[in-house]
């Protein structure tokens, strides 16, 4: 530990520096980063949800997905995001994928999804929405997402059959 990390742990641990005082100490001195959502929509034919988006021209095609605003929580704000950039009904489940690295501060949150119905509706920000094979994905989509496409596919496929399993055992869904 580092002579003035020492010193600045013992002025915060003797100093009486209120609540409001050392939150505001943390903001200032800290690095603040970009929170995405992003979410992987299944259909009932294991097809993943794919927006081309308008502003995006070297990479159009990508899950759906968008910043989280302010103190908002991570599953409202992807539901939200989902809801303006589809008009879809998509069932929204657990965390599946957390990616960081980028070079910018930014943190993506994946979540596996459920469609559930629905039009898509074309907006300003979405041209195009359109359920894909994972072996038939379009080619301009981010390179990335790949992985993280055929991680989620397995996950899904692995919770399909532990319900399975569990139905026919008599316990119903978890």
Not at 46 to 53: D, F, K, M, N, Q
Not at 134 to 153: C, H, V
Request: aromatic letters at 10%.
């Amino acid at each position: 530990m580092s002579v003035l990390h020492a010193a600045l742990l013992w002025l915060w641990k003797t100093l009486p520096i209120p609540r409001w005082g050392r939150w505001a100490i943390l903001w200032l001195g800290n690095t603040k980063f970009l929170v995405g959502v992003v979410g992987v929509v299944f259909d009932d034919r294991e097809c993943v949800l794919l927006l081309r988006h308008t502003y995006r021209h070297h990479h159009p095609w990508s899950l759906p997905g968008g910043w989280i605003a302010g103190s908002e929580r991570l599953e409202l704000g992807l539901a939200r995001e989902l809801r303006e950039e589809t008009g879809m009904a998509i069932a929204i489940g657990e965390i599946i994928h957390v990616r960081s690295g980028y070079h910018r501060p930014q943190v993506d949150v994946y979540y596996l999804c459920e469609y559930r119905g629905g039009q898509f509706r074309a907006n300003a920000e979405i041209a195009e929405a359109r359920f894909c094979a994972l072996d038939a994905l379009p080619k301009d989509m981010l390179s990335a997402q790949g992985p993280i496409l055929e991680q989620a596919l397995r996950l899904r496929q692995a919770r399909r059959e532990r319900e399975r399993a569990q139905e026919a055992n008599g316990g119903g869904a978890f």
